[in-house]
């Protein structure tokens, strides 16, 4: 039995968001604009998605603040490191 293949893509921007009965239409771009996506999502599952999509992504900035913070001390280390020499 053949698995299916997931198709991962990676969302940069949402350029227009609409509705029709039952159904949120998103689409996007990547980062490139000739990545374009259209995504229909059924509204129901969508609003029951909304507060773990939420925490989700405070969680994903505050990981990514994190990862800035440790990049620019190490940077820092590095410069004081060098001016020792």
């Known amino acids: 039995m053949e698995r299916?293949?997931?198709?991962?893509?990676?969302i940069l921007r949402t350029t227009?968001?609409?509705?029709?009965a039952g159904i949120v239409h998103?689409?996007?771009?990547?980062?490139?604009?000739?990545?374009?996506?259209h995504i229909e999502?059924?509204?129901?599952?969508?609003?029951?998605?909304i507060p773990s999509l939420?925490?989700?992504?405070?969680q994903a900035l505050k990981q990514d603040e994190e990862h800035e913070y440790k990049k620019y001390l190490k940077?820092?280390?590095?410069?004081?490191n060098d001016l020792k020499k």
Do not use: P, V
Request: charged fraction near 35%.
């Open 41 to 49: 999502w059924d509204a129901k599952s969508l609003l029951e998605d």
């Open 75 to 80: 940077f820092i280390d590095e410069i004081n």
């Open 4 to 10: 299916n293949k997931i198709k991962e893509e990676f």
């Open 26 to 37: 998103i689409r996007s771009i990547g980062y490139d604009n000739s990545e374009e996506m």
């Open 16 to 20: 227009e968001l609409y509705s029709s």
């Open 54 to 58: 939420y925490t989700m992504a405070k």
